[in-house]
């Protein structure tokens, strides 16, 4: 066991041991560093869903989540200035009609955006 503690002293002083570059909190530093070559390799992509979370349009997908479990009161807050007692999240279903969706819409923001 003591055998491995100089190992991980070396170790780990090698991983600090590289010249460290200071960079200044404006755009102007820290635009002079290096980006790796992978960086502007990378593929940068877009995932999108929507369900019943989008009828109420309050916060995330995680709507009933928070709401079930109390974890964030906003959440029944919202609720009960917005919907009937007793509401459930299935009642949000007939709501659930993608009148606004335009996938040519989608499409040419996506394109836009650089998504590849």
């Not at 990378?42 to 709401?67: D, L, M, Q």
């Not at 959440?75 to 459930?88: D, R, S």
Request: negative net charge; hydrophobic residues 40%; glycine residues 4%.
């Amino acid at each position: 066991m003591y055998l491995y503690i100089p190992a991980l002293v070396v170790l780990a002083g090698s991983c600090f041991s590289q010249d460290t570059v200071r960079y200044n909190a404006t755009w102007d530093s820290l635009d002079t560093r290096p980006l790796p070559q992978w960086y502007d390799d990378a593929k940068f992509g877009i995932f999108i869903h929507f369900g019943v979370f989008s009828v109420p349009s309050y916060r995330s997908e995680w709507f009933w989540s928070h709401w079930q479990n109390d974890d964030q009161p906003e959440f029944a807050e919202f609720m009960a200035q917005n919907y009937p007692p007793n509401f459930t999240y299935q009642d949000f279903a007939p709501d659930l009609t993608a009148e606004f969706f335009d996938p040519d819409e989608w499409v040419e923001i996506i394109q836009a955006s650089g998504a590849k």
